[in-house]
């Protein structure tokens, strides 16, 4: 079966720092642009960062910009989101998404080019 299965949510205080992760199963993770979004209850989900395939290039949602970093580990197909400095409003459920196709240069964070989700692992940032 192809999916791909995200890790490391948690409770973490306001400043704090979590790591999640995105596996590929029955999928080779290297082939495709990964995106993480994240959704709230009665909120539309929403784009957080993406990586390409090619050149590894990568994107932020402007909110996230200078506090998460997005990368790979080509030998453990997964995918990374190292999330610093941690604020109420990133408390949600964060989602890993492999693209449609095989990946390009470039990467977006636009739900409809994606169709690999995984469970979502829930982020709670509060005191």
């Known amino acids: 079966q192809v999916q791909v299965v995200e890790s490391g949510g948690g409770l973490v205080q306001p400043g704090g720092s979590l790591k999640l992760s995105c596996t590929g199963s029955g999928l080779s993770l290297d082939l495709y642009d990964i995106a993480w979004f994240r959704q709230v209850p009665g909120k539309e989900r929403e784009g957080v960062s993406c990586?390409?395939?090619?050149?590894?290039?990568?994107f932020y949602e402007q909110s996230v910009k200078d506090r998460f970093t997005i990368s790979r580990d080509h030998a453990k197909n997964t995918v990374y989101l190292q999330m610093n400095n941690l604020k109420p409003e990133d408390t949600a459920v964060y989602y890993c998404?492999?693209?449609?196709?095989?990946?390009?240069?470039?990467?977006?964070?636009?739900?409809?080019?994606?169709?690999?989700w995984g469970q979502g692992t829930q982020v709670t940032v509060s005191s």
């Open positions: 998404a492999a693209a449609k196709d095989v990946g390009g240069r470039y990467c977006a964070i636009v739900e409809s080019e994606y169709n690999k």
């Open positions: 990586i390409s395939v090619v050149e590894q290039n990568t």
